[in-house]
C-alpha cells in the first residue's frame, strides 16, 4: 500500500513561518502531481498549491508569494514552505500524491492524514 504522512504543523504567530512535509512511502513506481489542500472549520476543502515532477508549480491567489511548494523525487517528499503566516491560513492542510505502483500502471490519487496549523493573532 501507500502511505502519506505529514509533518511539521503547530502554532505560530502572525507573520512567522512553518515548513510542511509530506513523505510517501510503500509501493512507489512513479509519484506524478503532489499537492496541498486545506480545510477550516465549517469550510470546504480548498486547494493551496502543487507541482509536477518536473518541478513547474502553481498556486491559490490567497497564498501566492507567501507559500512556496518544493519536491524531492528521490524521497517521494513534498514540502510547503509558509511565510507570512495569516490568521486565515488557521486550517488542517493535506497533502494529496497521484502515485503509480508498475511501470504503465495508472496513478492513483492518496491522500495525508492532516496536519493542522493554527496561526494566532
Known amino acids: 500500500q501507500v502511505q502519506l504522512v505529514e509533518s511539521g504543523g503547530g502554532l505560530v504567530q502572525a507573520g512567522g513561518s512553518l515548513r510542511l512535509s509530506c513523505a510517501a512511502s510503500g509501493i512507489i513506481f512513479s509519484v506524478s502531481p503532489m499537492a496541498w489542500y486545506r480545510q477550516a472549520p465549517g469550510n470546504q476543502r480548498e486547494w493551496v498549491a502543487s507541482?509536477?515532477?518536473?518541478?513547474?508549480?502553481n498556486y491559490a491567489d490567497s497564498v501566492k508569494g507567501r507559500f512556496t511548494i518544493s519536491r524531492d523525487n528521490a524521497k517521494n517528499t513534498q514540502y510547503l514552505q509558509m511565510s507570512s503566516l495569516k490568521p486565515e491560513d488557521t486550517a488542517v492542510y493535506y497533502c494529496?500524491?497521484?502515485?503509480?505502483?508498475?511501470?504503465?500502471?495508472?496513478?492513483?490519487?492518496?491522500w495525508g492524514q492532516g496536519t493542522q496549523v493554527t496561526v494566532s493573532s
Open positions: 507541482i509536477t515532477s518536473g518541478g513547474a508549480t
Open positions: 494529496k500524491a497521484a502515485v503509480r505502483k508498475r511501470l504503465g500502471g495508472q496513478f492513483t490519487d492518496y
